[in-house]
């Protein structure tokens, strides 16, 4: 048989346990928490393509050869830059994409690109309107599901503490209990 302070640091120990345990809990489900969770996730992923392109970028860079090696070397460099590319197919896009960007903004428009500019800007402005359109119709739905989930986080904490609230009461009545037994072999003994 237990003593009575050793029943009492169990029941404090469960108290503390589960007080953590709702706290976590509430933690975990809450909407800003999730929020941030996402945020690092992106901004994880976001860190990581920038190192692949920075570290293909570095890697290349190395493998080109000097000036005065060009004509000896033209056909390794080719197969070096090949082989650098073929692990890295967004790098090669962002690079060629950046390359044909700053080669157009050296060339002057000429007034037919800026007419097909104009014609293809008039014909996207319904795209535009309903992807906006689009994006509202999913925000509704998106703001119902986070209340949704606010509201089941809400309701699992509650019964998480009201299961607390149960088993502390069932250990302070096996307390009692026990302390009463205690005291009956006490004085019967």
Not at 133 to 159: G, R
């Amino acid at each position: 048989m237990s003593d009575p302070d050793t029943i009492r640091r169990d029941i404090e120990a469960t108290r503390s346990d589960l007080s953590y345990d709702v706290d976590a809990l509430a933690d975990k489900v809450s909407p800003s928490s999730i929020a941030d969770r996402q945020k690092e996730k992106v901004k994880s992923r976001a860190r990581s393509v920038r190192e692949s392109f920075m570290g293909a970028v570095h890697t290349a860079t190395d493998k080109v050869p000097s000036p005065g090696d060009v004509g000896s070397n033209a056909s390794d460099a080719a197969g070096s830059a090949v082989e650098t590319a073929k692990g890295h197919p967004l790098v090669v896009g962002l690079v060629a994409f950046g390359a044909g960007w700053l080669l157009s903004s050296l060339i002057p428009t000429a007034p037919a690109e800026r007419q097909l500019a104009s014609t293809a800007k008039e014909k996207a402005a319904p795209l535009v309107d309903q992807a906006k359109d689009a994006a509202q119709q999913l925000k509704e739905p998106a703001q119902q599901a986070a209340a949704h989930v606010k509201e089941t986080a809400t309701d699992a904490a509650s019964t998480v503490k009201q299961e607390g609230r149960s088993a502390a009461s069932d250990v302070k009545g096996t307390a009692a209990d026990a302390k009463d037994d205690v005291r009956g072999a006490a004085q019967g003994g």
